[in-house]
């Protein structure tokens, strides 16, 4: 990078008249072109110190890091400037999918092919090589036609038909495949089983589109798993809860550890015993043991939002902590797991509830303070509701008191993410919408 900059200062380079310059992202390994998004001179600037792809957000006015809250970071290889100074390619090494649906890229929707082109090469060598490289070209070729029939619908198509049809028909669907598949197994005929595998395999592809997960997200789990098998068992385990908590939770618990990068799972355990001292003994008004509900929350904002950084599932996790319990403080917080989680815990509690705020003004100032959270604070808070929301029906509470929660709902917390560009946080939006009118 420091040849880059000695070659070409940054003052020679041309800004548009709103000081932004377009960037193309550029596989290194292959030359994909993976995006384009827009810099101005202080993303430049910050691409260069961090070695990081850096971007000026024009819908939020501010910078922002390719991958910071996904993981799919893009580090940088080599900057490349046009001959007019006024346009970028950033050749990059990209960790994880690059579009925020799990697509490899963001170009995958065809609009046009000219067939006689396509056909000249046709004989050229093929990237992958041996059949299980082969199989995975075509299994990425497969999941982009499926992206691109949920996003159109087109009439006639059978993956259109479970698209339409929604989750519980796509599982269904898979549950009939991998029955199947298992009585398949059982006789005797080879190309019966490889027919209904391959059944298997697509109706599990179809059900990665519709919940956003992408191969990527195999690849890192299978990876860590991989490598797990070839190191020391007490490294790689994940640590032991040191504290009592109901029965209820255990089951959640692991999946919740089967999604996060090994990583956090030290900082998770530890935020498991907050978070079970401080609701210790408590219940909710399903009668459920009262921890069951910030363990929904944190598999809501991971496996269907995917907020999957360590501050956004801790605070998933702690976001009732506070407000449930007087002996825990922002201060703890702050020690144990950072100011990000502690303020956005602050900001997720109803801080009247522990200061003697007026009910009436403590209320303005939570839903002023989520106003001006980040998106990700406020992903969470719309998770909290989420599962709120889906307990509502065993609560025991009356119609008229269901009827005014969703009303609040409408009013307080959708509009939290209604003008917002941020991926996560639509999605979470998107979530609650269905909760809401269900």
């Given amino acids: 990078m420091s040849e880059f900059t000695e070659v070409q200062p940054i003052d020679g380079l041309r800004f548009d008249s709103n000081g932004l310059m377009p960037c193309v992202m550029q596989d290194a390994r292959d030359g994909t072109v993976l ?34 809250t996904s993981g799919n970071i893009m580090r940088v290889a080599e900057l490349k400037l046009d001959c007019d100074g006024d346009a970028l390619v950033a050749r990059v090494l990209p960790e994880g999918p690059a579009c925020h649906t799990g697509e490899a890229d963001c170009f995958f929707k065809t609009v046009f092919k000219n067939k006689a082109v396509l056909s000249e090469i046709e004989d050229a060598p093929q990237a992958a090589q041996g059949w299980g490289a082969q199989l995975g070209a075509l299994m990425d070729d497969v999941r982009t036609l499926l992206q691109e029939r949920k996003d159109t619908l087109p009439e006639g198509s059978y993956s259109s038909y479970l698209f339409k049809k929604g989750i519980n028909k796509i599982l269904k ?211 909290d509701r989420i599962h709120n929301l889906r307990t509502l029906d065993n609560s025991g509470r009356s119609k008229d008191r269901i009827d005014q929660y969703r009303k609040d709902t409408r009013a307080n917390l959708l509009p939290l993410a209604a003008s917002s560009m941020d991926q996560k946080l639509l999605r979470a939006g998107e979530l609650l919408l269905q909760e809401i009118y269900k």
């Fill in 173 to 383: 669907k898979l549950g009939e495949e991998a029955t199947e598949t298992i009585v398949a197994a059982k006789s005797e005929s080879r190309s019966d089983l490889v027919g209904e595998m391959c059944d298997l395999v697509f109706h599990l592809m179809v059900l990665m589109v519709e919940k956003e997960i992408s191969f990527e997200d195999l690849r890192r789990v299978m990876d860590d798993r991989h490598r797990g098998d070839n190191e020391d068992e007490t490294e790689t385990a994940t640590p032991e809860v040191k504290i009592t908590r109901p029965a209820e939770c255990e089951p959640l618990e692991a999946r919740l550890f089967q999604q996060l990068e090994p990583g956090l799972h030290h900082d998770v355990t530890r935020a498991l015993e907050v978070m079970y001292r401080a609701h210790a003994g408590q219940v909710r008004d399903e009668g459920t043991p009262y921890a069951t509900h910030p363990l929904e929350v944190a598999l809501i904002a991971v496996e269907d939002v995917k907020l999957r950084e360590h501050d956004e599932v801790i605070a998933a996790l702690l976001h009732d902590v506070l407000e449930d319990d007087m002996q825990t403080t922002p201060q703890e917080l702050t020690d144990k797991f950072g100011e990000g989680v502690s303020g956005a815990v602050v900001l997720l509690t109803k801080m009247y509830k522990r200061d003697g705020s007026p009910k009436d003004m403590g209320l303005q100032r939570y839903y002023q303070g989520l106003r001006n959270a980040p998106g990700w604070v406020r992903a969470v808070k719309l998770c």
């Fill in 35 to 68: 995006t384009l998004a827009w810099m101005n001179a202080e993303a430049f600037r910050k691409t260069l110190e961090t070695g990081l792809v850096t971007f000026w957000s024009r819908s939020r006015k501010q910078l922002w890091v390719k991958g910071e």
